[in-house]
Each structure stands twice: as C-alpha cells, then as structure tokens.
C-alpha cells in the first residue's frame, strides 16, 4: 500500500492517511508528522510503528535535493519515498524484519537505515 499525498498539504501538516495493518506483523499507527531538520538541507518525518508489543517511532530524513525534484525524474524507489513522505521505506524496512529508528535517504538513490537498539 502506498500513501499518495495529494496538494494542498502543507509543510508541517499532520497527516493520517491510510494507516493500518500492512501485513508482516506490523502495523503503522501514526505519521507523517513533519520534524525540524537538524541543521541539515533536508526535511525529515516522523512515522509511529507497532510490531508485536513494541512500538517505535522512524525518522525518515529525505534531502532536500530530493524533495524539490520531480518524482519521475528520481530513480526507483526514491521516488516513492518523497512521494509518501517516508511511509515506503519505513514500509520496505519493516517487511525486511528491521526495526528502524531512522532512514536518510539522498537524491542519487541511496538509503542509509539505521536500526532500533
């Protein structure tokens, strides 16, 4: 399942669109909350997930290179990300099995995930 924003969102906004159960055990309970970048040429959001008993929150930090292009024009699945402000790599992630605390993802295609201790 993907969560495609449509316009009028602004930046800031809280949004709760499509969430729920998404199958492998996990389930998001609550996003994308925009956060404040720290000190970096990004925007970063926040998502909520529960697996199990656990729930943990993800950053997901998208540059801010990536945001400003037009999704076609970035490659797969980075597209995706800016497109769902993060929920489909918090998404991938979990269905992996990880257990993420924070995704930075950059313009060129790369995706750093850093796990839950």
């Known amino acids: 399942m993907r969560l495609y924003l449509s316009s009028g969102h602004a930046a800031g906004d809280t949004v709760a669109i499509g969430l729920g159960i998404v199958a492998h055990g996990f389930e998001i309970t609550a996003g994308s909350v925009e956060a404040q970048p720290e000190a970096r040429d990004s925007r970063v959001f926040l998502w909520r997930y529960r697996r199990g008993e656990i729930e943990q929150d993800v950053y997901v930090v998208i540059s ?14 980075i597209d995706a990300i ?14 992996r099995g990880h257990n993420p605390t924070r995704i930075a993802v950059d313009s ?10």
């Open 82 to 95: 800016v497109a769902t402000r993060g929920r489909s790599a918090v998404e991938d992630s979990l269905k």
């Open 64 to 77: 801010a290179t990536a945001m400003a292009s037009a999704t076609e024009a970035l490659p797969f699945p």
């Open 108 to 117: 060129s295609g790369s995706i750093w995930e850093h796990p839950a201790d």
